[in-house]
């Protein structure tokens, strides 16, 4: 048998665990500084969940990875963090509102392979339900910008409300029954040309000259001023004042549950062309899960469920990191400091060990006690920056030797004194 992983999928030594969990906490950080806190949901969803017509919408299932269960249950894995959260209401309808969550995990989709995506990424999802205000829109673009100030990396933010595309496609002629379609070929704009979208929507069974009028449409700015969409979409701008937040007529998003304000978060100057950050408000899709679990009724208007959240990609951005921040990927281990004691004081290296991890400080030990050579050996080759060695004579003193891995230098100090040294040490480093 040849040991090999599926398609799409990918292992993590701990140099990239190491730095992506680092991302994970800043995101995570930030998250909980808006006043997000956090929800589990599992990976496994029922077919039903992941397939009705108010979730992500036919071209998103084309993707779907879809299981059976030894009870004949058709089940599939999650291909994002929305449809869970508004099953999650839908089954707790008397949470209180608004109800801001974040969640980070794992998700899955069956489609093409590309630098900065693969079939199994994470996603992490911040999400307002139980709010119509342009503030939450604003609110969540604004934390996209924060969390990437906090990475070091420039961005551009494209916003759009959906129904702009909507009015668009009926001003232009397009039938109602095409419209998803259209706004799917415009979407791709700024990928393939203009040429190829109107090829595309000529595929999908939209006239040349409807396909031409929309997409001149899209690029009249002055014009779609005058819409619906953009009026809900100025207030969103406004609260926001920022130059790296661009109002992009022909944004659509892929999934056809959002229904106003829309965002993609794009690196700049970065050979990951692909999207960073995503999200929008979709005002239906828990309404309709209400609706759907009671048989198709509401019991009351207060039953709508508007709601807006935005999405990180961890895999475009870790790709980002090591295009533009390649040092920040060079940790081969969590460990501070490694405990080499001589091999007659393996009990006092131990005691040693747990004084320094009591006082905060990731620690490890040589138990084969081979040797000072040796342990400095190890040490070197997983890149731990400080060695404690612990020998007769600094025992007797009631102290250790630290040595600082990359300096060479080397103190005696007290057990105690070893934190702070190790500290500020970390501190004055590059």
Same mark, same amino acid.
């Given at each position: ?33 808006? %006043? ?40 599939? +894995? ?136 929309? +997409? ?57 062309? %692909? ?156």
């Amino acid at each position: 048998m040849e040991l090999q992983l599926p398609r799409g999928m990918r292992d993590f030594a701990p140099e990239e665990k190491i730095l992506r969990d680092e991302v994970i906490s800043i995101i995570k950080g930030v998250f909980e500084l808006y %006043g997000f806190s956090p929800l589990e949901t599992p990976v496994v969803e029922r077919w039903e969940v992941l397939s009705a017509k108010y979730s992500g919408g036919e071209e998103i299932l084309k993707e779907t990875f879809r299981l059976t269960d030894q009870g004949g249950r058709e089940l599939g +894995l999650r291909y994002d963090l929305t449809v869970p959260l508004a099953r999650f209401v839908g089954m707790n309808p008397t949470i209180k509102r608004p109800f801001k969550r974040y969640q980070i995990g794992t998700v899955y989709r069956d489609g093409p392979i590309k630098k900065g995506r693969t079939r199994e990424f994470y996603q992490c999802d911040a999400d307002i339900v139980g709010s119509n205000s342009p503030l939450a829109d604003a609110e969540c673009v604004q934390l996209a910008l924060d969390v990437f100030e906090r990475l070091g990396i420039d961005v551009q933010v494209k916003v759009n409300n959906r129904k702009v595309l909507y009015e668009l496609a009926q001003s232009a002629g397009i039938p109602k029954e095409l419209t998803e379609a259209a706004i799917l070929s415009l979407d791709k704009l700024e990928k393939i040309g203009p040429d190829e979208v109107l090829n595309e929507m000529a595929e999908r069974g939209i006239s040349r000259s409807n396909a031409e009028r929309f +997409l001149a449409g899209a690029q009249d700015r002055k014009a779609l001023k005058n819409s619906e969409g953009y009026r809900e979409l100025e207030p969103v701008l406004s609260a926001l004042q920022d130059p790296r937040v661009v109002w992009t007529p022909s944004l659509a998003r892929g999934l056809s549950y959002y229904t106003g304000t829309i965002y993609e978060v794009y690196a700049k100057n970065s050979s990951v062309t %692909g999207s960073l950050a995503a999200g929008g408000r979709y005002d239906n899709m828990i309404g309709q899960f209400l609706r759907a679990a009671r048989g198709g009724t509401m019991n009351s208007p207060d039953e709508v469920w508007p709601a807006v959240g935005i999405s990180f990609g961890l895999e475009p951005i870790l790709e980002v990191l090591k295009e533009k921040h390649p040092e920040r990927i060079a940790r081969k281990t969590v460990t501070q400091v490694y405990v080499i004691p001589f091999k007659t004081l393996l009990a006092e290296g131990r005691a040693i060990c747990q004084q320094l991890r009591r006082a905060g400080i990731k620690t490890d030990m040589d138990f084969s006690a081979k040797g000072i050579s040796d342990g400095l050996k190890y040490a070197n080759a997983y890149e731990i920056p400080f060695v404690v060695i612990v020998g007769p004579d600094e025992v007797a003193a009631g102290k250790v030797k630290l040595r600082d891995m990359r300096s060479g230098e080397e103190k005696l100090l007290t057990v105690d004194e070893v934190p702070q040294q190790i500290k500020s040490q970390e501190r004055r480093s590059p």
